[in-house]
């Protein structure tokens, strides 16, 4: 399988679908979750609003997230430039993943939120989440002041609120070696509890990345969040989930896909056996008696 970082899975129909950092979007489809085919971009063309958004911008869109609601898919997604907090997310929509449907189209819906260097948040890496009620948030965050969560409208996918209220999810201590480094976040309700998963330390290092996959829960997507620990996420908070191996270095950005009953973690490592070239990861994720997520449970499956 080809270089894979960053990457969300979903299913519609028979076919997996999976969307990962790349020019345009990298779109992988798979029947089983082992052999993974590449099928082209969800962008052709460089998206006209991201160059005067994003000074220095490219068509190298990072960290789709994919989710369906209202109706029809949501796909947001990063604009960056490396290092730097001068971010936006945008959303595309499609009534279906299927190339071969006649109604297969990505519309632009344009900017959702961003971030400018005056701000103390980095607008990247969204994922969106349905509370209880239906309701999607969209949390997003890299560095600086760690991770946070806006409301959305259900029908167009944007801020619910003019100006946007920013509810701060996670965050660790500015100083020293790490310097505020959490990002990635991803939330999954279950039993009562919203779950977020982050990622710690850092990334696109090759085989001297030191990411690693972290978690905490709270009673209420809002917060407060805490680790099975009792530590709130906000002061560095996080129960450890996933981290290197002798061969998988820097695991982390995951997603959680439920199917049937199962979760599975999705996400990428660097991998020692191939000069550090980015692999997709996918894990069986259970559940503890007492609510918390554990892995590896069952043999990780290896990606073709």
Same mark, same amino acid.
């Given at each position: 399988m080809s270089r894979v970082h960053d990457p969300v899975m979903t299913k519609e129909g028979g076919t997996y679908y999976l969307f990962s950092t790349g020019r345009g979007i990298t779109v992988h489809t798979s029947k089983d979750m082992i052999t993974w085919e590449q099928h082209g971009r969800v962008f052709e063309q460089k998206i006209p609003w991201t160059s005067e958004t994003i000074p220095g911008s490219t068509d190298y869109y990072w960290a789709p997230d994919i989710s369906f609601f209202n109706g029809k898919w949501h796909l947001y997604y990063s604009?960056? &430039? #490396? %290092?730097?907090?001068? $971010?936006?997310?945008?959303?595309? &929509?499609?009534? @279906?993943?299927?190339?071969? +449907?006649?109604?297969?189209?990505?519309?632009d819906e344009g900017l959702v939120i961003e971030s400018k260097l005056s701000d103390d948040w980095n607008a990247i890496d969204p994922n969106i989440a349905l509370d209880e009620k239906k309701q999607p948030w969209l949390s997003a965050g890299s560095f600086w002041s760690g991770v946070k969560l806006i409301k959305l409208d259900r029908k167009t996918g944007k801020p619910a609120n003019t100006p946007h209220e920013l509810v701060s999810l996670a965050g660790r201590e500015r100083g020293g070696a790490i310097k505020g480094a959490i990002?990635?976040? #991803?939330?999954?309700?279950?039993?009562?509890?919203?779950?977020? #998963?982050? =990622?710690?330390?850092?990334?696109?290092?090759? &085989?001297? *990345? @030191?990411?690693?996959? +972290?978690?905490?829960? =709270? *009673?209420?997507? @809002? %917060?407060?969040?805490?680790? +099975?620990?009792?530590?709130?996420?906000?002061?560095?908070?996080? @129960?450890?989930?996933? =981290? $290197?191996s002798q061969r998988w270095r820097g695991p982390g950005h995951n997603a959680v896909f439920h199917e049937n009953g199962a979760d599975w973690l999705v996400y990428h490592a660097y991998d020692a056996e191939a000069f550090g070239a980015p692999k997709l990861r996918i894990e069986k994720l259970n559940w503890s008696s007492n609510g918390w997520p554990e892995t590896p449970s069952m043999p990780t499956i290896e990606q073709r």
């Open positions: 604009v960056s &430039t #490396f %290092g730097k907090n001068r $971010s936006a997310i945008g959303l595309a &929509t499609n009534a @279906t993943l299927d190339r071969t +449907r006649p109604d297969y189209r990505w519309n990002e990635a976040p #991803f939330i999954v309700h279950r039993k009562g509890f919203y779950y977020l #998963f982050v =990622s710690f330390d850092l990334c696109c290092r090759g &085989t001297a *990345s @030191t990411y690693n996959i +972290r978690v905490g829960r =709270s *009673s209420k997507i @809002t %917060g407060p969040y805490s680790d +099975r620990d009792g530590k709130p996420m906000m002061e560095g908070g996080g @129960t450890l989930l996933v =981290s $290197s």
